[in-house]
């Protein structure tokens, strides 16, 4: 009986596997990689400086690393929703992006918000840090 019921349970987890492999197979998830149309490798961002919730000064420099960027152009930052001007410097792989915190930004915390745009939604990416600026530079 215990043989019985261990080859039914093998029957069906080897079935909803199955089954799920092959559902999801054409939809073209995952890394992007896959067919469908949508070849994309998602942006990655990393590094960043100063560090997630360190006290800089006003009008202080930033910088962090963006890989897998056609284009520079396609990188936008904002700080409390103050467009920033970038610069970016190729170092093969990755671009260095580095900015200034806008100026009238004093005596509170700011998240450094990094948004990279591209042709498909699948192939953009968002993410920041926070910082506490302090009252004098």
């Known amino acids: 009986m215990k043989k019985n019921i261990l080859s039914v349970l093998f029957l069906l987890v080897a079935t909803s596997t199955g089954n799920a492999a092959e559902h999801h197979s054409g939809h ?16 990655h961002l990393s590094k ?20 897998n960027i056609d284009n520079p152009e396609q990188i936008s930052v904002t ?18 992006v580095k900015g200034k915190l806008p100026a009238t930004l004093s005596d509170t915390f700011a998240r450094i918000n990094i948004n990279v745009s591209a042709k498909s939604p699948h192939c953009e990416n968002e993410k920041g840090w926070l910082v506490k ?3 004098k530079k």
Request: net charge negative.
């Open 48 to 67: 960043f400086i100063p560090a997630h919730l360190a006290t800089i000064a006003p009008e202080a420099e930033f910088s962090f690393i963006a890989l």
């Open 28 to 43: 073209g998830g995952g890394n992007g990689r896959s067919g469908g149309g949508g070849n994309c490798v998602k942006p």
């Open 79 to 96: 700080v409390k929703n103050i467009p920033v001007e970038i610069t970016t410097e190729y170092k093969d792989p990755f671009y260095l």
């Open 133 to 135: 600026i302090t009252g």
